[in-house]
């Protein structure tokens, strides 16, 4: 929200202060400074002249005219300036800004006296961009006839000014206006406000009683808008241009000036937080309705854009169908054009929820939908309308119809009973009764003594609960007051919400710094460990860590190839999603990891090795289809936990890496190595290396991985996860480099499996004794199972065994392949003899003889 000072300072009498200053009691009230701009402060030398004569100069390619122009006689002489100007929309007379020679104009950019198309230009008429106003340079600014000659112009059309541009949080919507900024300045100078609500309010009043209706209009579904308000203008002048004040305070709040009509509407809509609509007459057809949106149904919108519409979506509709989404963008038929005269302004007051769901599924965040979803004041649309028909009026000469149309629905307001302790308590400091009772006023709300238990909100009751949560009575005190919120303020709904307004108003700085005492334990779990051990050793083996949301749409999991009786198409589905693209939990890591990749490649680099670590979401078979929403105000019980966790999806810890590319990088040392399957296998083993468990790996089918090329990851019995090349076709959908590997592996099942704390290995001070075998076997032995058995047979005194070379061929025969080995021996007291490493060797291949039919190559 960017606000303009001087436009703060008209219903706040702030003190002589900086804008810096202004910033800062901002910033301590909750409204954080991203920036403050200043406007012509460095604008010097500029003066109110008259056109008194215009020679238009001949020869050239352009119009150009040589003016003379009177600046009045306390400018650097009596005498007129002679200044020659390319422009043309000004006449004899006319009033015009005249940068005199050493005057300097926004930007720090000098004017001096210099010769021109062969005349002396003594200075510079601006248009007024040039002055910093706007973006308008079509031509020079005419001032009003009766402006003063050699009058500053700074200060007259007010060009010194700062704005602040601030960042509202959600809870704070009240704020993207001058009228709710202005009203925390007012509270933190403590100094008065004057509402600019209340302007014109008892005229409307007066002119609204008894009145007949305006346009007709109805609200069919209460849940979408349960206040719309219409008033009529006709007559009106479409060719009325904006006052320049309008103007300049639209742009420097960051908002473009179009036309007179719709400047009026952002206006207001700026400086009380009101979004309104402004629909051309002649283009509406019937009733207009709100109503939610039917199948089928679409709209073009003031973008251009033909928008297939939601049921959810919120529109106001006329017989020809929907003419406006609701609080986010107008209709294109419907819309005011140049030659617009008769105008309907709309204001509403529209669901926050749906509002923002609507925005948000359409991917069109605008600045009426930005102030809908935090919340609108319920009591701004009369008023607001109202002082829009009577600025038509007055600015383009437009005649009010009487009368306005009013449909609402009638909302009882909350209130909240709360201890007059209460902010202490949640503070832990102590705040006197009269202090937290002035600040939720400064606030706005109404105060009374006592509790009342109609339309209540939280509250203590006789067992000492505030909105269910237990509470000492002894330390907060049984001084009950009741408190109804204001309606800008529907944020406020219970009494830790109106604590928290009593603490941001007596100050953050004044609550005590304690540091909370470390809870006794034995620092992290073996699980912790385990995934910081898995983290480093991927890091350390070449991958990168990322971090992906954790979502996904149906597309990904097309994408994948998954069947449709796959347990991993069963997802929990977002309520409210960031995107209805991804609006569910994931149940595998891979389609995050897939679009990073895809990401990085697209960026021109080939050669990535990506991995990460998160949990999945994996639904249970017959849990609660959503979960009790639990209280804040105290500790959930043991019953109420485990509610929440019945209704909870599974929530296993995986870790998955992909690569493509290179994994060994090309370079002055010689020719890289591409990734393949075997590498994704290879981040497996790391992984069980960290874990400390033995990992086997045998052939496997299982999308969306190559079904040729994929390996099943085993932990004992227990499945943890797969790798291998990804099917083409997944490569494919996701746009990746050919050949594309990935794993995917199951933390969470080898957690099972840890026996305890990971011990140091122990280093043994005797050599190492290597023994070579190369062993023929049927082509479809696996190699996990040859591995096992030459593990088995060699005995405690084997270290290692580890695949160097696969061979098929005729050396072998048909239906063979040869596996060669290299198997470590050690012992911890001794040196190994040749005799004892060649009996080792020998029980291994006996072993491997009789379990997999395994016999010496060369035998």
Known sequence: MRVPLSWLREYVDLPAVTAQEVADRLTA????????????????????????????????????RHCVVEVGPGNQGAEPRQIVCG??????????????PGGVLPGGFEVGARKTYGRLSEGMICSERELGLGDDHDGIMVLPADTPIGEDVVELLGLRDEVLELEITPDLGYSLSIRGVAREAAT???????????????????????????????IADDSACDRFVLREVSGFDPGARSPLRMRTRLTRAGMRPVSLAVDITNYLMLEL???????DRTKLSGEIVVRRARAGEKLETLDHVVRTLNPDDILITDDSGPISMAGTMGGLETEISDSSTEIVIEAAHFSASGIARESRRHGLVSEASKRFERGVDRELPLIASWRAVQLLAELGGAQVRPGVTHAQTEVEPQRIAIPTGHPGAVAGISYPREAVIARLEQVGCLVEAGSSPAGRRGGVDATGVVSGGEVDLSVIGDDMITVTPPSWRPDLTDPNDLAEE???LEGYDKLPSVLPKAPAGAGLTEGQRLRRRVGRALAAAGYVEVLAYPFMGERDLDNLLLPADDSRRLATRLANPLSEDEPLMRTTLLPGLLKMLARNVGRGFADVALFENGLVYRPRAGAPAQAPVLRVDRRPSAEELASVAEALPAQPYRVAVVLAGEFERSGWWGKGRAAGWADAVEAARTIARAAGVELNVSADQHEPWHPGRCAALYVGDTLVGHAGELHPRVIEAYGLPPRTSAMEFELTRVEAHLTGPVETPRVASYPVATQDVALIVPDFTPVADVEAALRDGAGELLESVRLFDVYSGEQVGEGHKSLAYTLRFRAADRTLTVEETTAARDAAVAVAADRVGARLRGA
Do not use: C, W
């Open 502 to 504: 009593v603490i941001r």
């Open 273 to 279: 937080g009101q979004p309104l609509h402004a629909f």
């Open 188 to 218: 933190a100078f403590e100094v008065p406000f004057r509402d600019p609500a209340l302007i014109g309010a008892e005229a409307m009043a007066a002119a609204d009683a008894d009145a007949p209706g305006s346009y007709p209009a109805s």
């Open 87 to 100: 422009a043309t929309n000004f006449a004899v007379g006319d009033k015009v800004p005249v940068v005199l």
């Open 29 to 64: 009230a909750g409204l954080k400074l991203e920036a403050i701009t200043s406007h012509g402060h460095d604008v010097k030398n500029v003066v109110v002249g008259q056109v008194l004569a215009i020679e238009e100069l001949t020869g050239f390619k352009k119009p150009i």
